[in-house]
């Protein structure tokens, strides 16, 4: 097995899919072996390939809020593993951002998982991690979320963090009384 910092290193020089990213490849990844909380998002938007750093906008924002933890602990690897389906920018589209790139899952996604052997808490956030994690085509959304009690405590299916998100999150009023309480208890416990 590859060491996880030279690992890391192959991630972040990777150009597999560079002919199709518009802003060129910049993989954003953030992990160590002894990260306890994996999250698992869709893939950086324009603001995170700005920066470089995951969930560095305002869905970050929300989601360090849903998991009651602040920057400085939500940026430490030692506590969070953050491994999105794809690691660059994939480019936008008339709804939002494009799909996360279909190569990068197979080329690094099982490997980068093989050092994370303390992960206690699986989260998966949006559509594309969660048809990988759970299953295409089975649930909406919704039902998956609201399901969450059958993965527990171990992995919870949630909504994308996204402002784009803001009327699903209204609609859906049960999840911050049933959902997020329990993730906020379980974060706290991990860390």
Request: charged letters at 20%; a positive charge.
């Amino acid at each position: 097995m590859t060491s996880l910092s030279d690992l890391l290193s192959q991630v972040r020089a990777c150009r597999i899919c560079e002919t199709h990213l518009p802003l060129g490849p910049r993989p954003v990844v953030q992990l160590d072996r002894h990260a306890r909380i994996l999250i698992v998002g869709q893939a950086p938007g324009r603001k995170v390939h700005d920066s470089g750093v995951p969930f560095n906008d305002p869905s970050g924002n929300r989601l360090r809020d849903w998991l009651g933890v602040t920057r400085d602990v939500f940026y430490d690897p030692k506590q969070f593993a953050l491994v999105p389906m794809g690691f660059c920018f994939p480019g936008s589209g008339r709804s939002g951002d494009l799909p996360p790139r279909p190569e990068c899952a197979p080329a690094w996604r099982e490997q980068l998982l093989g050092h994370l052997a303390r992960v206690e808490l699986t989260l998966v956030l949006g559509q594309y991690a969660q048809a990988y994690h759970f299953g295409k085509g089975k649930q909406s959304l919704t039902e998956l979320v609201k399901s969450w009690r059958t993965y527990w405590p171990h992995m919870v299916p949630l909504p994308h963090p996204s402002p784009r998100n803001n009327l699903w999150l209204r609609r859906n009023p049960w999840f911050d009384v049933e959902v997020l309480p329990s993730l906020r208890k379980r974060v706290a416990e991990l860390l």
